[in-house]
């Protein structure tokens, strides 16, 4: 660029569009700048019309590099400090210097104006003259410029700017590959803990396709898309966002995921007659205190609902957690997406629909549990999971304060009659006087009301007297029973979803269904003086116990997140493409050669496990004659290796032989060794203590 430029000349050059265009456009490649880092996305608007302005990237620059006219610095007095500079297009009005916005969060919602909206004050605009920044006024609509100022520090990644608060928002990017591989990061001196974290807050912002998160165990993890974008991460960590903090990162840590692949078979142990004994489709738990046995079974879900339940976390979310919840609609929908799915899966699960307990884990993954109990999946006690939005303890615990305040409401009933020495005929059966004065309140209420106020009385104390009496006979149906465990038994389900048997890994697409519930005589729900601690409790570790269990019975299996890889390579190093690609079991999807060019391009799925240092060795194998890229959309694929694989039939023998060691590494077995002694874990293997050579008797002569 020139040294002198015209900045108003060059902001005026687009003409503004006749009408709005909201609608994303696509994402630019990063580029690589030598002094400078990326920065948050942002979206922007102006004051000239309603319609937002859309800003799709940023980028930071060092203070050196900024004009001298005003711009404020991060850090006074340091050149090599950094600021971050929102990269943004208008596309509607002018943007002036001066004016003051609302910046509107991905998360806003029009129905609650005052979430996620924060007033600032555009101080800096940028026209952007490759690595230099050119101070201007205004920016009409259909330019990119840049924002400075104190707009980076209330955006994350994305935002939309505007003049008026209830203007709907744009949004989020969307990116091509998502984070999958993370590393634990951790100050080699602990007073350096506050300065780490303020790095990683910057690493966050700086980079859109960098995820930073505190796990549940207390550490600080930062996952990115791959070992290369990894190693960058870590890189501006160290030398860019924590200068002068020695920073101890842990080796990569690749996710997995475990699923089943048969039904339950469970092979009951032989008479005492030597009768063999039957096989049967599910496992049973008893509590600790041998009163209550629950009987689980496991099915693999079909691929169509685990993936509409993974595409529908969010919606389910807001659901679940009771954000959207002001229609019905959204429940509605979702219900009936899930029912269509259902019966495209067969028949036998189109019926399932009202049996759904709940989604695990955390009530919104790809795991189901089904009510299949007889006597409660069809009672008018049960519900499913979308008749009981903001988790299904809410109608339990309103029933069970609906009888609390029956129950105080006969009593205050009693005292006031005591007090008055009145008899029940003399005054109506509820809190207000026959002159219609309430007791607590001191209101007035007419007839009407005070007649239909009386006739809920009645009823629920009806109600609550035929529940004493019932309980006063010992007897209680067993839907009864089965609804003060409901939410014990969701909770169980939901940690066994958290933590699978294999390595307590997240378990994925499997279907549990809980077939019957046995209560043994005289069993009590509500009786804390157990020795084994409340009823409550032993149902959550019984489900959970039972949730395990099945999945041990049923075919565990490990699946493992792969890349969408393309290998672009001449002919004369095809041959060593297909090695590097074998040695790693990656699998080949389509090959062939672009046409008009001698360039073949291979399409596979690489696991993202044997990615670590695979560009490397392709680059040797091929002289540097092929170049590669990998990219994670969320696939999983299973590995059909079983970990417990062992030789134990005739048949197994016939196929096999008897060297299990001629059948190679058991992959799965490995992996799953691996996670196991990284989370501490017991690892079933035979290590030698101690070993010596043997010694040779024998004389050579």
């Known amino acids: 660029p020139s040294s002198n430029p015209n900045p108003s000349s060059s902001s005026s050059s687009t003409p503004a569009p006749p009408t709005p265009m909201p609608m994303p456009m696509p994402m630019p490649m990063p580029m690589p700048m030598p002094a400078s880092t990326p920065s948050p996305s942002q979206h922007a608007n102006s004051t000239n019309a309603p319609p937002p302005e859309y800003a799709r990237a940023a980028a930071g620059t060092e203070s050196s590099l900024l004009p001298s006219s005003g711009t404020p610095s991060t850090s006074s007095g340091s050149e090599d400090s950094e600021e971050f500079i929102a990269f943004a297009r208008v596309f509607c009005g002018t943007l002036r210097r001066g004016q003051k916005l609302y910046i509107l969060g991905p998360r806003y919602n029009p129905q609650f104006p005052k979430q996620y909206v924060h007033e600032v004050e555009v101080d800096h605009l940028f026209l952007l003259m490759g690595r230099s920044l050119e101070p201007i006024n205004e920016v009409p609509a259909?330019?990119?410029?840049?924002?400075?100022?104190?707009?980076?520090?209330?955006?994350?990644?994305?935002?939309?700017?505007?003049?008026?608060?209830?203007?709907?928002?744009?949004?989020?990017?969307?990116?091509?590959?998502?984070?999958?591989?993370?590393?634990?990061v951790e100050p080699?001196?602990?007073?350096?803990?506050?300065?780490?974290?303020?790095g990683l807050k910057l690493l966050n912002q700086a980079d859109p396709s960098v995820e930073v998160l505190v796990s549940d165990s207390g550490e600080h993890v930062v996952i990115a898309s791959g070992e290369l974008h990894l190693e960058r991460c870590m890189t501006d960590l160290k030398e860019v966002y924590c200068k002068g903090v020695e920073i101890l990162v842990s080796p990569p840590i690749i996710p997995f995921r475990e699923t089943v692949s048969r039904e339950v078979q469970v092979q009951q142990p032989p008479s005492a007659d030597g009768v063999a004994g039957e096989k049967r489709n599910y496992v049973e738990q008893r509590t600790p205190n041998k009163a209550i046995t629950l009987r689980m079974k496991v099915l693999p879900l079909p691929d169509n609902i685990a993936l509409f339940l993974e595409k529908n976390a969010e919606m389910m979310k807001s659901i679940v957690t009771g954000t959207d919840t002001a229609s019905q609609e959204p429940i509605t929908s979702l219900r009936a997406r899930l029912h269509e799915e259902l019966k495209a899966a067969g028949p036998s699960w189109a019926q399932e629909i009202d049996n759904i307990w709940g989604l695990g884990p955390r009530r919104i993954g790809p795991n189901v549990l089904l009510n299949h109990v007889p006597g409660y999946h069809d009672s008018p006690l049960w519900?499913?999971?979308?008749?009981?939005?903001?988790?299904?303890?809410?109608?339990?615990?309103?029933?069970?304060?609906?009888?609390?305040?029956?129950?105080?409401?006969?009593?205050?009933?009693?005292?006031?009659?005591d007090e008055q020495n009145a008899t029940p005929n003399d005054t109506a059966d509820s809190f207000h006087r026959l002159d219609g004065t309430d007791l607590e309140t001191g209101s007035v209420t007419t007839d009407a009301e005070s007649e239909r106020a009386s006739e809920t009385d009645s009823r629920d104390m009806s109600e609550h007297d035929a529940a004493d009496e019932s309980a006063a006979d010992g007897v209680r149906r067993k839907d009864e029973v089965i609804l003060d465990l409901d939410n014990s038994i969701v909770n169980g389900f939901q940690l066994a979803c958290i933590a699978g048997p294999l390595c307590e890994e997240q378990v994925n697409g499997v279907c549990f269904i809980l077939e019957d519930i046995i209560f043994k005589d005289g069993t009590k729900t509500d009786s804390g003086d157990d020795s084994h601690g409340p009823i409550s409790g032993q149902i959550i570790s019984t489900t959970k116990n039972a949730c395990r269990n099945a999945v041990q019975s049923g075919g565990p299996r490990l699946v493992e997140a792969v890349y969408d890889c393309e290998v672009q390579v001449n002919a004369e190093a095809l041959g060593n493409v297909y090695a590097v690609l074998g040695k790693r079991r990656a699998r080949i999807l389509r090959e062939g050669m672009k046409e008009g060019t001698p360039i073949f391009s291979i399409q596979a799925h690489l696991p993202v496990v044997e990615s670590f240092g695979f560009n490397t060795s392709l680059l040797k194998k091929t002289s540097g004659a092929a170049n590669t890229q990998l990219l994670f959309n969320g696939r999983w694929v299973q590995i059909d290796q079983d970990p417990y694989f062992e030789l134990q039939t005739e048949e197994d023998l016939e196929e096999h032989g008897t060297n299990l060691a001629a059948l190679g590494n058991n992959v799965a077995r490995m992996y799953m060794d691996k996670v196991r002694r990284r989370k501490g874990l017991f690892v079933d293997e035979k290590i030698v203590e101690h070993a010596e050579k043997q010694r040779n008797l024998s004389k050579k002569k």
């Open 188 to 198: 080699h001196n602990p007073a350096d803990l506050p300065l780490l974290v303020k």
């Open 142 to 184: 259909g330019n990119v410029f840049g924002v400075g100022g104190g707009v980076g520090e209330v955006v994350l990644k994305t935002a939309t700017l505007c003049s008026a608060p209830l203007s709907g928002t744009f949004k989020g990017m969307r990116f091509v590959s998502a984070p999958i591989v993370r590393v634990a």
């Open 383 to 417: 519900h499913s999971v979308f008749e009981r939005p903001g988790l299904g303890a809410r109608k339990v615990a309103s029933r069970k304060s609906a009888s609390a305040t029956v129950a105080a409401r006969k009593q205050a009933m009693q005292h006031f009659l």
